[in-house]
């Protein structure tokens, strides 16, 4: 059992790591970050800027939870680690000593050496910082240019909406997140992005950021040749882990910090998780680099016990995740695919006029449900995580759709409206 547990990284993973540590063993244990004092909800980002919650709202914990829970905070930049000699360096100056060691250094955003990239008024969306910089360049402007189309370039474009800011959305697929939603869900969500008045343009790519005589961002070209004026440019392309101080101590790296399923790394006795992980082969996690929220959080759960002497290998369960594009809820359980498999067969059934979709992905022979989407209407987590471990099939699952009921606006019509489809395509399906 370690004398002293050091995380570096408090975001979802470290912190989650911190307090089960806590409730496993009476160690000392230090988190160490330099973005920020304290643990802060990062997917509540938008809602500050947003107007709907301050800063203090977003902190899960008050305050006092870190000394009552003896996690002692340190505020400083970890610029290597003595694997040998079993210490952290702050800012080269300072060192502390660890017993056991987390690495949770979380993702930084993807640039691409567009020309420009580096200008005022041109950044990403990942932290506390990127917020304060976003208030101050878009203060007092007219129009702005959002690049990329995944769930933080959403998001973005829904901040500044609700600033009254005229928004052109660039995303580089022929139809909405396509690479990962079926063509009923990404024209949904596509849909919806074009009723809130933004300038969504599909199949469009950066190609530079134009500056101004300051030298703040005055425009954008695209790879097609148009230019489009704007005085902010959110670059929000997605995310790589953040392996510097890894690397740099000597700790074997690849895409991400590479661990196996217990988390260890190639050093002894410091583990790795979270957005910075990558697992050393495939089938431990849902993909070798896990970059949820959700995931991030049972990254945490289970390396803690790994740290404290209670060895045990991650299980990722039923994937699960949630989002949402401006009005419209999206939930996905299991394994669906944006692209059918030959061996899977689908029921999607919408209400175009309600904005609700409800999609079961099935085994062709066995019948087994692989997978549930559901847009604009909620689902009971527990009941379909059920289904899903117990391999039910979706004979059984439509019988009793209604015990995953959650939404109230998801009347019975709608339950009746479902059921008479995946009758009338039972022949088709079987």
């Not at 680099?289 to 390396?303: F, K, N, P």
């Not at 006029?353 to 999609?359: C, E, F, N, T, Y």
Request: aromatic fraction near 10%; glycine fraction near 10%.
């Amino acid at each position: 059992m370690p004398q002293h547990v050091v995380i570096i990284g408090n975001g979802i993973t470290g912190i989650t790591a911190a307090r089960f540590v806590r409730k496993l063993s009476a160690a000392r244990i230090t988190v160490i970050s330099d973005e920020t004092d304290h643990f802060y909800a990062r997917t509540a980002l938008m809602y500050i800027y947003m107007g709907h919650m301050r800063y203090k709202d977003v902190k899960p914990y008050e305050d006092s939870f870190w000394e009552k829970n003896g996690i002692d905070l340190v505020r400083g930049y970890a610029t290597c680690v003595d694997t040998e000699k079993k210490r952290v360096l702050l800012g080269g100056r300072r060192a502390i000593g660890y017993d056991a060691l987390l690495l949770a250094t979380g993702s930084r955003p993807n640039m691409f050496g567009w020309p420009g990239q580096d200008l005022d008024g041109v950044q990403g969306l990942y932290g506390i910082p990127d917020l304060v910089t976003m208030e101050r360049w878009t203060r007092d402007i007219g129009s702005a240019v959002v690049v990329g189309g995944g769930l933080i370039g959403v998001e973005m474009a829904e901040m500044l909406y609700v600033r009254h800011i005229l928004v052109t959305f660039l995303v580089r697929e022929k139809s909405y997140m396509d690479y990962l939603l079926p063509p009923e869900e990404s024209t949904m969500i596509s849909q919806e992005i074009l009723r809130h008045g933004i300038d969504l343009r599909l199949g469009a790519e950066l190609e530079s950021v134009l500056p101004d005589e300051a030298g703040r961002c005055r425009a954008v070209t695209t790879t097609a040749g148009d230019e489009i004026p704007c005085q902010f440019a959110g670059l929000t392309v997605g995310v790589h882990p953040n392996i510097g101080l890894a690397k740099a101590s000597g700790i074997a790296t690849s895409r991400g910090i590479v661990v196996n399923e217990y988390f260890e790394t190639s050093a002894p006795d410091v583990y790795a998780a979270g957005d910075c992980a990558e697992f050393d082969r495939e089938g431990v996690g849902s993909r070798r680099i896990e970059q949820l929220w959700y995931t991030g959080r049972s990254h945490g759960r289970t390396v803690a016990r790994s740290i404290c002497g209670l060895r045990t290998a991650y299980d990722r369960g039923v994937f699960y995740n949630s989002a949402k594009f401006f009005t419209i809820e999206y939930q996905t359980y299991g394994d669906i695919q944006a692209r059918q498999p030959e061996d899977v067969r689908t029921i999607c059934w919408q209400d175009p006029v309600a904005r609700k979709l409800l999609r079961i992905d099935f085994d062709a022979d066995s019948r087994v449900v692989r997978g549930f989407n559901a847009l604009g209407t909620r689902l009971r987590h527990d009941v379909c995580e059920h289904w899903l471990l117990r391999h039910a099939t979706v004979d059984t699952v439509v019988k009793d759709l209604r015990r995953a009921h959650f939404d109230g606006e998801f009347d019975r019509r709608h339950f009746r409206s479902f059921a008479r489809m995946y009758q009338q395509s039972a022949v088709t399906c079987a």
